[in-house]
């Protein structure tokens, strides 16, 4: 259920219908390879592991050959191309058991969990935010989410646009709170100064800033207003939940 907007690539832009047919399994099965044991599941797999430590720019074909130890031309035998593959992955990482007990005995439990998991899916594959989803190939794990998380937000007494929106509000959410995570890491390792090391760099010029009387509001925030320690994600979310829990309350007393 990740919609990352903006982003390197796009999902969607390779061959749609044998995309689909690959997601669910409907389409003719790829004669055997030279290599046994090779699969569409182990290509997928091998795609996503290199996606987490190297970075989407370096999947490949031929990098997946590699990986693989079989040659490039074995590959097209189980997927089309990387238009293909990417919309592989992305339902790959998106699956989920089918245990739903984590998610709570209400609607509201049911979002904050899906926050957190959603944040920690772009934790674990921060390309993610590389890809442009505003066009999903749906298949089967990302409908398995989808049923999941609207079946236990239903007794909002919602429509169903609504429920859809609801989703999308949080999705959209955890999306720019995870960029900015990534951002932060992105330029502590291009700059090689950790986030304290920066503040500290601008601390002399800005304590003689605040001292001069030109901001006073600021000047008098606490030491804690900027500190690590306050979780700006968790604030945040609750906050949306407070605003969807007055709608319902107001929806049922009309």
């Known amino acids: 259920m990740t919609s990352g907007s903006g982003g390197t690539e ?5 061959d749609i219908v044998r995309t689909l047919n690959l997601l669910w399994d409907t389409g003719p099965r790829p004669s055997r390879g030279p290599k046994p044991g090779l699969t569409l599941d182990r290509i997928v ?3 996503v592991r290199i996606a987490d430590t190297e970075g989407l720019e370096a ?13 490039t031309m ?36 049911a979002l904050e969990v899906l926050g957190h998991e959603s944040l920690a899916l772009y934790q674990r594959h921060p390309w993610l ?14 409908i398995d989410g989808m049923e999941k998380v609207i079946s236990r937000i239903k007794p909002m007494g919602l429509s169903d646009p609504e429920l859809v929106s609801v989703v999308i509000m949080i999705d959209s959410y955890v999306t720019g709170a995870a960029r900015s995570q990534l951002y932060t890491q992105e330029a502590e390792r291009r700059t090689g100064l950790t986030d304290a090391e920066f503040w500290a760099a601008q601390a002399p010029i800005l ?6 009387g030109r901001y006073p509001v600021m000047a008098a925030l606490s030491a804690e207003a900027f500190g690590p320690d306050f979780d700006h994600f968790g ?8 605003g969807l829990e007055a709608l319902v309350e107001r929806r049922g007393a009309s």
């Open 10 to 14: 796009t999902s969607g832009s390779g």
């Open 45 to 47: 797999e091998a795609a």
């Open 59 to 71: 999947v490949s074909m031929r990098r997946l050959s590699t990986e693989l130890g079989t040659g």
């Open 74 to 109: 074995s590959l097209y035998r189980y997927v089309p191309g990387k238009g293909e593959l990417l919309d592989l992955m992305l339902d790959r990482v998106q699956r989920t058991g089918d245990d739903t007990s984590a998610y709570g005995d209400n609607w509201r439990s």
């Open 129 to 142: 935010l590389q890809v442009n989803q505003s066009r999903p190939v749906l298949g089967p794990s990302a």
């Open 207 to 212: 304590e003689k800033v605040m001292t001069g």
């Open 235 to 242: 604030f945040g979310l609750q906050r949306i939940l407070d």
